[in-house]
């Protein structure tokens, strides 16, 4: 089992361009989540998606979209990038069993000219 | 709102034992968790409190108090590779899958 996987690993990109981050897991779990991790800061959870099908604002979702394309993959859009997002970005999934452990995808170091 | 305050550095020695202490203000409340992170790797999951009382795995143990809302991570026998960011979280109200995130404490261990 791969776990969470997420493509690419590093992404440069200029202001105003866009891109899709890009996330799977094979662990039949049915939650899934992006969060951005900024130095000296926890994670702050983008969207999430509690099934497939459903999607759900978190803390920062402001100039991010994204899909549940099945049950397994679930993306992240930048429409319109900014340095402001510039930032690790974390996918994750759960079974949503007891304490809800999350299991956390390697990341997507992502730089924003 | 919701908002959880943990110190942002810990300095031990090996063989040590150090305790991360984590506070929270939730308007719901159904457990704390802890994750570990390494440098340039991603948080992996520690251990969970839904009641009051100690959690014990191995070298590890993780305390919460739900009356002051506060529990701690407690780490003994230290060793090199315990150095790493630790990271307490709480399950959000309003999605029960949801977990708020601290800003984490960088643990550093010396020889």
């Known amino acids: 089992n791969a776990g969470v996987t997420q493509t690419p690993k590093f992404q440069v990109l200029k202001t105003g361009q866009s891109m899709t981050l890009q996330c799977a897991q094979d662990m039949n779990h049915n939650s899934m989540y992006w969060y951005r991790q900024d130095p000296g800061m926890g994670l702050r959870l983008i969207y999430y998606?509690?099934?497939?099908?459903?999607?759900d604002k978190g803390e920062v979702p402001n100039g991010y979209n994204v899909s549940r394309l099945n049950k397994r993959e679930f993306s992240l859009r930048l429409e319109s990038a900014a340095p402001s997002q510039t930032s690790v970005y974390f996918c994750?999934?759960?079974?949503?069993?007891?304490?809800?452990?999350?299991?956390f995808g390697p990341g997507t170091r992502l730089t924003v000219l | 709102g919701q908002s959880l305050e943990q110190p942002s550095e810990v300095t031990a020695v090996e063989g040590a034992i150090v305790q991360i202490n984590c506070t929270y203000q939730t308007s719901g409340f159904y457990g704390l968790s802890w994750y570990q992170q390494h440098d340039g790797g991603a948080p992996t999951f520690l251990s969970y409190n839904a009641l009051d009382g100690l959690e014990e795995t191995g070298r590890f143990s993780s305390f919460l108090s739900r009356s002051d809302s506060y529990g701690y991570l407690l780490l003994q026998e230290l060793q090199m590779k315990d150095s790493a960011s630790y990271f307490c979280a709480v399950r959000a109200s309003g999605g029960y899958n949801k977990l708020i995130f601290g800003a984490g404490t960088r643990l550093a261990v010396h020889p």
């Open positions: 998606s509690a099934s497939e099908g459903t999607t």
């Open positions: 994750a999934s759960g079974g949503g069993g007891i304490g809800n452990e999350q299991f």
